[in-house]
């Protein structure tokens, strides 16, 4: 009778622990979230089959992306609080800026509130971090921001998780749990063929061996196209240690992270629909309960794997699963009345494919870094290419997030040049094809940006911060002893940095580090930090708003140095970055230029200098915006077609600029990297 109370006692404790873990779970909380909407009038509120670029443009043409473990807040002030002040909204008004991109906020890394190992982007719960602040404070922080009829994006995660409640459920092979992952169970008789896992760890990486073992048995699909942190796995697969399931058994599993083995990839095509059921659970909890106006879907390429016949590596990018997965998150936000961006770093024909049916606006990747090729080699022949490839596919920049940078670093890829290897195209006096291009353009701007070793390297390219890119494309070997005159040469290239990302149609987006100048941190302090990821933590901490003292800010990362100064103190000075960025962004909402259309890239005979030619939404208004990426002063006449009634303005200065009414030819004078924005005003005859 005793043995029969210990395991009543065994099995009680044992029922509880699941209880609480089922309770703590993502899948729970989706199916309950699920009820406010299943059956109910409010689903069918808004429109959701197409994209709708220009609502959110109309709404917020330009934004501010926070990394939340980078702010240096007051004492006693959390991030929240700090997001949601008087004194951030009216700075950001001041500025041009209507919408935050906060980044992820809500609970991540694994059990009992372990900490994140990916900057919140391997997320366990709907709720958001209690170290950035309250529910309450989120929701202040939003309707500050309507106040100033602005918007807050939040974060959506469709790819995978933490080691949070829902994958040690997983684990335990409780109901349908196991069908939120892309794991398998490996049979007793294999166990040993496999590495063994250490004592205080989950699970070991395997290698490519195991991974082809394991495909030759039925397991797997065998490796992937694409390794991510290489420095960090041989595989982006791993196998766990012995786990007793809720019925009895021992079992070891297999399971695929595309990203760190702490992040276990959702399975979009199980019977279970257990990820699709989750992930609709985190877009009601973004839209419904946070009050996202929209939300950004992160790396949602990755969403389809499928073994391939008679192939090395399965497929695993850009998989059709893929795209109708994120045709259905998008459309579920939609919905539910919110709007999405997407993190799609493919070729312009893919992305054009994506936003057919799926998220309102993608992220713009290739333009980032052939901006920074142009000004590197004063030389815009990158971007011509893919303007033309643009308009080849019939892709209007309407629909891209044009950013100086975002938490990641820069990526080289070039994929639109990757998925058209045979075509060739002309590049500084030469032709190549596009798989040569691509490769010779990675290479020999990541050299370029190694200059003085301060911009950190990872696999995809340099993690610094603009200034700091800047820096080395100027050939600054050191930057913690900068001159006035440096200082000065990197806050004229930034300001033209972002003058090309704001005078273009779509949404414009800035960061907090580009906003106060921040240089990266030092190798040592990084180490202190950070020794393996360091794609948000070598930017560092930045104080947004105030002279701060503090030397690390509450998430212990070190302060990064502050070329141009805390916001508040830039707006009072008129030759600031802050204070020019802002006639910029007067100039591109006053012009209703993020609704705008690209119409043409016009020729030019000066190979650093790019001229594009928009047309105004709702008018016969056009608008050039020129840029000169070379050091010395440049004059040409161009050509600017249908505008021989019309006068010329330079929207920046607000005077006339050299055109004969009965012409269409503008005589244009740039100064070396700078840029304008000229308006072609129609014109009645006298």
């Known amino acids: 009778m005793k043995f029969l109370s210990v395991i009543f006692i ?84 001041q500025l041009g800026i209507q919408a935050i991109n906060t980044g992820p906020m809500k609970r991540a890394g694994g059990l009992e509130k372990s900490p994140s190992i990916d900057g919140g982007f391997d997320r366990t719960a709907y709720q958001i971090d209690a170290q950035f602040g309250t529910y309450p404070e989120y929701l202040k922080m939003v309707e500050r921001a309507k106040k100033n009829e602005g918007m ?22 409780y109901r349908d749990y196991p069908g939120l ?73 297999v399971y695929l992270h595309y990203f760190k083995s702490a992040e276990p990839t959702l399975n979009w095509l199980d019977p279970s629909f257990a990820a699709n059921r989750l992930v609709a659970g985190d ?17 949602n390429a990755f969403l389809g794997i499928e073994m391939s016949e008679n192939a090395r590596k399965a497929w695993s990018e850009g998989h059709p699963l893929s795209l109708t997965a994120s045709d259905q998150i ?96 002309s590049y500084q006096g030469g032709s190549l094809n596009g798989f040569d291009l691509s490769r010779k353009i990675e290479l020999e701007d990541k050299k370029a940006l190694s200059l003085g070793n301060y911009n950190i390297q990872n696999e995809a390219g340099p993690n610094g911060t603009t200034a700091s890119l800047i820096a080395a494309a100027l050939g600054i070997k050191d930057i913690t002893r900068l001159t006035k005159e440096q200082v000065k040469k990197i806050k004229k290239a930034h300001l033209l940095f972002a003058f090309f990302n704001a005078m273009q149609p779509g949404a414009f987006s800035i960061s907090a580090w580009d906003l106060v100048g921040a240089l990266p941190l030092s190798e040592k302090e990084t180490k202190q930090y950070d020794s393996k990821d360091m794609r948000w933590s070598a930017r560092g901490a930045v104080s947004l708003l105030y002279n701060s003292l503090e030397k690390k800010n509450q998430f212990d990362l070190p302060r990064a140095k502050e070329i141009y100064g805390p916001l508040l103190k830039q ?86 600029e050299s055109k004969d009414f009965h012409s269409n030819i503008l005589r244009l004078r740039l100064d070396g990297s700078s840029a304008k924005a000229i308006l072609f005003e129609p014109r009645s005859r006298s």
């Not at 995978?160 to 684990?171: E, N, S």
């Not at 090729?373 to 011509?384: K, T």
């Not at 820069?410 to 290897?421: A, G």
């Not at 709702?618 to 050039?624: C, H, I, Q, S």
């Open 152 to 173: 807050i994006i939040g974060n959506l995660i469709p790819g995978h998780t933490g080691l949070g409640p829902d994958f040690h459920l997983a684990l335990k092979n």
């Open 330 to 425: 998008a459309q579920l936000i939609r919905k539910l009345g919110g709007f999405s961006f997407q993190e799609v770093n493919l070729g312009y024909l893919a992305i054009k494919a994506y936003l057919e049916n799926g998220a309102d606006l993608s992220y713009d990747f290739s333009s980032r870094s052939a901006l920074i090729n142009a000004f590197i080699y004063q030389n815009v022949d990158l971007l011509r290419i893919n303007y033309d490839l643009m308009r080849q596919y019939r892709l209007q920049p309407i629909h891209l997030v044009h950013a100086l940078q975002n938490a990641d670093g820069i990526n080289y890829t070039q994929n639109q040049l990757r998925d058209l290897p045979d075509s060739l195209f």
């Open 571 to 656: 707006l009072k000075c008129p030759n600031s970055f802050a204070s020019q960025l802002k006639k910029i962004l007067k100039v591109r909402i006053t012009s209703n230029i993020a609704t705008g259309r690209l119409l043409e890239v016009l020729p030019s005979s000066h190979e650093g200098v790019l001229l594009l030619l928009h047309e105004l939404p709702g008018t016969k208004f056009l608008e050039l915006t020129a840029l000169n990426f070379q050091d010395e002063p440049i004059s040409e006449e161009v050509l600017i077609p249908g505008t021989e009634e019309t006068g010329a303005i330079n929207l920046m200065e607000r005077c006339a």
């Open 181 to 253: 992952y892309h794991m398998v169970s490996i049979e007793e008789k294999d166990w040993e063929t496999l590495p063994k896992v250490q004592k205080d760890e989950l699970s070991a990486n395997l290698s490519l061996r195991d991974v082809e073992f394991l495909r030759k048995q039925g397991y797997i699909t065998g490796p992937l196209e694409h390794v991510i942190f290489p420095d960090m796995k041989e595989t982006n697969w791993s196998i766990t240690k012995q786990i007793k399931g809720t019925d009895g058994v021992n079992r070891r599993w």
């Open 10 to 93: 065994s099995f009680s404790l044992f029922a509880n622990d699941i209880d609480h873990l089922v309770k703590e779970s993502m899948l729970f909380s989706a199916d309950r979230l699920a009820k406010d909407y299943s059956g109910k009038s409010s689903q069918w509120q808004y429109p959701y089959a197409r994209p709708n670029a220009k609502t959110p443009l109309e709404r917020a043409p330009n934004w501010i992306s926070i990394y939340p473990y980078s702010l240096i807040t007051e004492d006693d002030v959390s991030v929240l609080e700090f997001l949601g002040s008087n004194d951030l909204w009216n700075a950001l008004e």
């Open 283 to 299: 877009v009601i909890s973004s839209i419904s309960i946070l009050k996202n106006q929209m939300v950004r879907i992160d790396a």
